[in-house]
């Protein structure tokens, strides 16, 4: 009987890898502190902190979003007996847009788009 960690083979090193992403991205912000770029430093972190929190909750919405979309498309073409326009005017607005929020959406200083556009974007 194993006392402690992980009986699979290589979750020890999951938990590594899990303890080096953590480790490096906690020094990122120390280094540009210690080069006296602390407050934009500070204000970086904070916004890639509200990105990652954002996407946590975006990403899945998302992917539901398009997934039920690309489904309904299907639905559409079948019901209206093969009509692609049918189908393109439900599946461009679902499953196009933007899966992923940059820090730079966030922010504001960029658009997203949580539902696709059939005209191209400026």
Same mark, same amino acid.
């Given at each position: 009987? %194993? $006392? ?8 020890? /090193? ?7 992403? #953590? ?11 210690? /080069?006296? =770029?602390?407050?934009?430093?500070? %204000?970086?972190?904070? #916004?890639?902190?509200?990105?990652? $929190?954002?996407?946590?909750? *975006?990403?899945?919405? %998302?992917?539901? *979003? /398009? ?31 933007? *899966?992923? #929020? ?6 504001? =200083?960029?658009?997203? *788009? ?9």
């Amino acid at each position: 009987m %194993k $006392v402690g960690g992980s009986t699979k083979p290589g979750g020890n /090193a999951a938990t590594a890898v899990a303890i080096l992403v #953590l480790t490096s991205a906690l020094a990122m912000p120390a280094r540009a502190f210690a /080069a006296g =770029e602390g407050a934009h430093a500070g %204000k970086q972190m904070a #916004l890639g902190v509200t990105t990652v $929190v954002a996407n946590v909750v *975006y990403i899945p919405a %998302k992917l539901v *979003y /398009a997934a039920l979309g690309g489904v309904t498309g299907i639905l559409a073409y079948g019901l209206t007996l093969g009509s692609a326009a049918t189908a393109t005017d439900i599946w461009v607005p679902s499953i196009g847009g933007d *899966y992923v #929020l940059t820090p730079a959406m966030v922010a504001g =200083e960029e658009p997203f *788009y949580f539902i696709g556009r059939s005209d191209s974007r400026d």
